[in-house]
């Protein structure tokens, strides 16, 4: 056991009790709903969270990048769901040997992105992707119809249902507004499923995803599996949209201050190579908090270099070289993304270490 202040920062830390109760609570409110429960591997791209929602029950993943998906495979993990658009040579190439392994179900919006997967002369489970509202990929809900029918038509190609992605949830200020439009997208996607049923496609997987709509779109009549990835560890984005308080979030950056030459500024060696950029743009690095994990209302994380932040605020007077604090990230699966390992902390000591893999 090593305790923080020996570890050299930055460092990626993950609280233990945090985790299990996140991946346990999920899971409950999934199996509660007799929901399946195919969690996003993006979160933490760990063998050991995957496991941890294994044994919790999930069904199996939801994959977004080919790296993720071999990971998965070759840890012997079934029913994935590799949920991006299979498009280019290598991604082709990729997608038919990995079908070729068994056990993969791929996403899939159009003819033109399937056909080419056809040469494989390998069965391709896939499921329809729908927009709901997000407006990225997927079909609009009413040419469903037509493009599941026309994919499925190819040869090798077995239609098992339907997926959505409402990422656009993650827009709303209001969390009732937030829930209602989830509700809706899992509405949406089921009437969907039944109208692909009425034209005579098998159709009975119905596929919602995000944290934000992990207390709604499942729920909605007629949906069969949920897809939340960000939900194992939280994230300040996730608290500021209602989804968990603080003390759910469980990873965090640990960082020293190193400098505090201007008043009303401290300098930590957290920058956005240790937090991601992302939310930058929303005004803040992410949740700055004492050793210990309570959020500190008085020091914003105001901005970043790469290896050095930029604390502001009436706090930062407090704050000496030397100083440890811990940040919750504004986006807990881009700051995974950008580290080969985190510690796992218990009653604030590290008590293991587990590999991040398969990053860009
Ligand atoms: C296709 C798909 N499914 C599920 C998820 C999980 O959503 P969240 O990150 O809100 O948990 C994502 C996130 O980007 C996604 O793109």
Redesign the pocket.
Known sequence: MTSLDALATPALLVDRARLDRNVASMASAMRGAGVALRP?F??SKCLEVARRQLDQGAIGF?C?TPAEVRLLQDEGVGDLLW?HQPVGPAKVAFAIGALRRGGLTL?LDSVEVAAPLASGGVPVPFLLEVDTGLGRTGVDPDRAVETATRIASLPGFALRGVMT?E?HLGTYGDRTALEEAGTRAGELLASVAAKLRAAGLDCPIVSV????GATSAPFAEGVTEA?????VYYDSGQVRLGSATPDRCAQTVLTRVVSTQRRGTAIVDAGIKAMSSDGLAGGSLGTVCDVAGRPLEDVLFANGNEEHGYLTGEGTARLRPGDLLRVIPNHA?GTTNMWSRLHVVEDGRVVDRWPIRARH
């Open positions: 996003h993006k979160t939801t977004s949920a996403g992605h990422g995803g995000s944290t934000p897809r939340p990835g960000t939900y699966c």
